[in-house]
T-cell receptor
Framework: KQEVTQIPAALSVPEGENLVLNCSFTDSAIYNLQWFRQDPGKGLTSLLLIQSSQREQTSGRLNASLDKSSGRSTLYIAASQPGDSATYLCAVKEAGTASKLTFGTGTRLQVTL | EAGVAQSPRYKIIEKRQSVAFWCNPI?????LYWYQQILGQGPKLLIQ????????DSQLPKDRFSAERLKGVDSTLKIQPAKLEDSAVYLCASRPQGANSPLHFGNGTRLTVT
């Protein structure tokens, strides 16, 4: 059974800092990995999707990396801003399943002024 | 494009009552999902539809939960009877064709069972 873990559970940083969020998964037979952002009271917004054959994806200040063999992904946020405050979740799509996503429990990020 | 629409936004019921949630996915999205997100946890898949057929309902508590997607568009999720532990946010998501297409989520329905 696939298990997805995110560390840390919560993180507070001052504005302008670069930061890294971690995601690990137990079964490396994945099809892809997605990073989502969730604002309070809202649904999830897809940030980046990395296919199993890729090593990283970039979008603006966000960079996600994937090391499938070690079961790890990181989300790097450069020059953090207060607007980045949200919960960040990673999810893996398992190979050979009907596109089922297994989510981590998220990292709650607060960027302070 | 219009996003995934869900209603109601909030619902408070007493245990043993019934409740229904509605979802309208993005136009043209064949795949629709219902997720349950308990406070402090990641979303858990309840059921996945491909058009109007069920693809995966292995984690749906079928003794009290039911879902349908008539005509392959809108979907409803029902709980009958509700238990205290059903208090959660129920998220609907849809996805276009393509194995690597991302999910689009609605804002969810927050259910409180008292």
């Amino acid at each position: 059974k696939q298990e997805v873990t995110q560390i840390p559970a919560a993180l507070s940083v001052p504005e302008g800092e670069n930061l890294v969020l971690n995601c690990s998964f137990t079964d490396s037979a994945i099809y892809n990995l997605q990073w989502f952002r969730q604002d309070p009271g809202k649904g999830l917004t897809s940030l980046l999707l990395i296919q199993s054959s890729q090593r990283e994806q970039t979008s603006g200040r966000l960079n996600a990396s994937l090391d499938k063999s070690s079961g790890r992904s990181t989300l790097y946020i450069a020059a953090s801003q207060p607007g980045d405050s949200a919960t960040y979740l990673c999810a893996v799509k398992e190979a050979g399943t009907a596109s089922k996503l297994t989510f981590g429990t998220g990292t709650r990020l607060q960027v302070t002024l | 494009e219009a996003g995934v629409a869900q209603s109601p936004r909030y619902k408070i019921i007493e245990k043993r009552q019934s409740v229904a949630f509605w979802c309208n996915p993005i136009s043209g999205h064949a795949t629709l999902y219902w997720y349950q997100q308990i406070l402090g946890q990641g979303p858990k898949l309840l059921i996945q539809f491909q058009n109007n057929g069920v693809v995966d309902d292995s984690q749906l508590p079928k003794d009290r939960f039911s879902a349908e997607r008539l005509k392959g568009v809108d979907s409803t999720l029902k709980i009958q009877p509700a238990k205290l532990e059903d208090s959660a946010v129920y998220l609907c998501a849809s996805r276009p064709q393509g194995a690597n297409s991302p999910l689009h989520f609605g804002n969810g329905t927050r259910l409180t069972v008292t």
